[in-house]
């Protein structure tokens, strides 16, 4: 069974930056891709950036693109996802996921997606 553990959510106000964890345990992850996705209220799911776990490839949602940066610990299972001049509008519900498909791939098959964790609050004050 996998867990996935997200921490480092918080108030931010805008300009400033946060740093999200994901602790993944359960199972080897060397196939597999882990992903951030984040969920304002009453919209939809949104895909927020992917990697592998050998970072070999990652992808980027273009509205976080030079502002968020995915990385990993691999001795630690734990992804990280560096969120850098905040805005307002990226203020959200940050999960983290895994599945064995490619970065570009879990950009578009949301539906496709087994793991989740429960979510960190991010929120950006204006």
């Known amino acids: 069974q996998v867990q996935l553990v997200e921490s480092g959510g918080g108030l931010v106000q805008a300009g400033g930056s946060l740093r999200l964890s994901c602790a993944a345990s359960?199972?080897?992850?060397?196939?597999?891709?882990m992903g951030w996705f984040r969920q304002a209220p009453g919209k939809e799911r949104e895909f927020v950036a992917a990697?592998?776990?050998?970072?070999?490839?990652?992808h980027y949602a273009d509205s976080v693109k030079g502002r968020f940066t995915i990385s990993r610990d691999n001795a630690k299972n734990t992804m990280y996802l560096q969120m850098n001049s905040l805005k307002p509008e990226d203020t959200a519900i940050y999960y983290c996921?895994?599945?064995?498909?490619?970065?570009?791939?879990?950009?578009?098959?949301?539906?496709?997606?087994?793991?989740w964790g429960r979510g960190t609050q991010v929120t950006v004050s204006s």
């Open positions: 996921a895994t599945h064995p498909i490619t970065p570009q791939s879990m950009s578009t098959k949301i539906t496709w997606i087994n793991y």
């Open positions: 359960g199972r080897a992850f060397s196939t597999y891709t």
């Open positions: 990697s592998t776990w050998s970072g070999s490839s990652m």
